[in-house]
């Protein structure tokens, strides 16, 4: 009771920190070593092809996995490394829901309370007001097995949130729902947790999920975080190869800095790109929404091979030259055909460079 | 056209096979009501002999229940909680456990119950009682329940169910009661359906293991075909079925009712 009480008063959760977070299985490194700050009341994404841990690092902050060493889990300066997930007071919502058959929805809702021993009327009142918040009211009473995909996994949000954990956990929950219903709960979610101002971890691997959900985005490769920053960040300013084509999509143009300006590999006509600096042979990337028509002097030209209407924009695929085929958004009401010669110039301040090595 | 034909043939030939295995057991009733069975059905009948069966075996009917609830609460006490622990494990250890569980099964029971009297056939008390019986019914009726346990327990997701309970703050006690037993309960009432019948149908091993003081009730019916004339042995037959047709019954419905809960 008293405990319960207490709980409420505390809205946002508490902070994570991993330190030299490492988890390996039967010799096989999972998680390499991972140092991540999570402020209270911030929405992490974990975001990463599948394989690349960020499975793992949410099951081993939850406590359904042991990390490969003492203290790497702390939540509010406190180590929970050695707490099992039944005392470490989290919230999980999992990609399969994990919902309990035999219970009704309202029932499920309640579980966590029950097991804490909170008094049947004030359980009963705290189920409804999560059931209301997202939007169950009416199906309080039904089986888990008598409502949808969106249903169920609304039940397991407010599941989740009705035991007032100090962290909420994602695993992938929209996986298994169709696009448009993803879509529509995924601005329902985001919506929700910020509502709440709850700390929150959610993994997902759908990168449009993970811009709009997340505070920040952690992208993961291969064990490790490739990069954290803010989606904008992430979008705009990639660490690496790897972050720059998972998140978006990214053209690059191979060529030779010479003078300050890029001489372009192949180029039918030798097309020149001012980009500064010394000279180099090097990569440049940008997003296709950087391109803009320009007159033929002083831009890159190349022939268009395929346009697909957007709606606002049009996405042009156009060749610079074999090696280089370049993606381009531009307004859907130039007309433009395949086969035509093209001249465009790009943002300069929407250029990337990544480190090319020698 | 030629499907009727097949499907007419496949009518027929079950008719026929029901036919064949329903005729000795309604003969085993007729002759358990006939006055004389040698003399046909103009002799009369008569509820003479059902009468005299209940006289003389009334004992070995209540102890055939008895064996078989206290075998039944045996099996569900290890073999529920045992089907989880070794589904949890996995495995090969796993694999070895429910093989060797399931031994007894495929002894012949009579090598099982010279075992059992080998090893405690000192202990005289425990010998003599009903107690003695029931351990043999449960090592043979046990990989039964396990392995309808186990069935469904393949079936559901168990381990995202138990994760879910453990992250609402239940203890693992509580996640087993609360969530994984409702969910294989099909499998416990398939299982306990299995273990009943098999209990009050057993002979072999209880043949072996019974004292006059604890005759089961197959074993009484074997005395009687053995030392009574053919009318009270059928008789006896009569008093078996009607014991075990409600109870098959019975158990049928309930899972039916446990079915349908789970299915809406």
Partial sequence: ?358 | MRRQWTSTAGIVITALLSLFLVVPVLLSVYAGLAVNYARGPSAGFTLDWVGQVWGLYADTVWRSLVVALLTLVVTLLIGVPGAYALVRKGGRFARAAEEIVTLPVAVPGLALALALILSYGGAGAFRQSTLFVVVGHVLFTLPFMLRAVIAVLETIDWRTLDEGAASLGAPAWRRFIDVILPNVRPGIVAGALTVVTLSIGEFNLTWMMHTPMTKTLPVGLADAYASMRLEIASAYTIVFLVMVIPLLIGVQLVADFTQNRTAS
Avoid at chain 1, 221 to 228: C, L, S, T, V, Y
Avoid at chain 1, 267 to 296: H, I, K, Q, Y
């Fill in chain 1, 1 to 358: 009771m008293n405990t319960h009480a207490s709980m409420v008063t505390t809205r946002s959760g508490a902070s994570i920190a991993t330190r030299r977070l490492s988890k390996s299985f039967n010799g096989t490194t999972v998680l390499h070593p991972t140092d991540l700050e999570i402020p209270a009341g911030q929405i992490l994404v974990l975001l990463g092809p599948s394989g690349c841990g960020k499975t793992t690092l949410l099951r081993l902050i939850a406590g359904l996995e042991q990390p490969d060493g003492p203290d790497m889990i702390r939540f509010d300066g406190e180590d929970v490394s050695g707490v099992p997930i039944e005392k470490r007071n989290v919230g999980m919502v999992f990609q399969s829901y994990a919902l309990f058959p035999n219970m009704t929805v309202a029932e499920n809702v309640g579980y966590g309370l029950k097991v804490r021993k909170v008094e049947r009327a004030q359980r009963e009142a705290e189920t409804r007001r999560l059931l209301a918040l997202v939007g169950l009211e009416e199906y309080a009473d039904r089986r888990i097995s008598a409502v949808s995909g969106g249903q169920r996994q609304r039940t397991a949000l407010a599941r989740a949130l009705a035991i007032k954990p100090r962290v909420l956990l994602l695993d992938e929950p929209l996986a298994a729902l169709d696009a448009v219903l993803r879509e529509r709960l995924r601005v329902e979610i985001g919506l929700l947790l910020r509502e709440f101002g709850i700390t929150a971890v959610y993994v997902t691997h759908d990168q449009a999920e993970a811009m709009a959900i997340g505070d920040r985005i952690a992208v993961m490769e291969k064990g490790r975080i490739a990069q954290i920053g803010v989606p904008k960040e992430i979008y705009h300013r990639p660490a690496n190869d790897f972050v720059a084509d998972f998140v978006g999509t990214m053209n690059r143009i191979a060529g030779r800095v010479e003078n300050g300006l890029l001489n372009i590999h192949g180029g039918e006509t030798m097309a020149r790109l001012n980009v500064g600096g010394p000279d180099r042979a090097t990569t440049l990337c940008f997003r296709p929404e950087a391109a803009r028509l320009a007159s033929a002097n002083g831009a890159i030209s190349a022939r268009v091979a395929a346009t697909t209407f957007f709606g606002a924009t049009q996405r042009l695929v156009a060749e610079v030259s074999s090696e280089c085929r370049l993606q381009l958004d531009l307004p859907s009401n130039l007309s433009v055909t395949p086969g035509q010669i093209l001249a465009f110039e790009i943002d300069p301040a929407a250029i990337i460079e990544f480190q090319t090595e020698a």
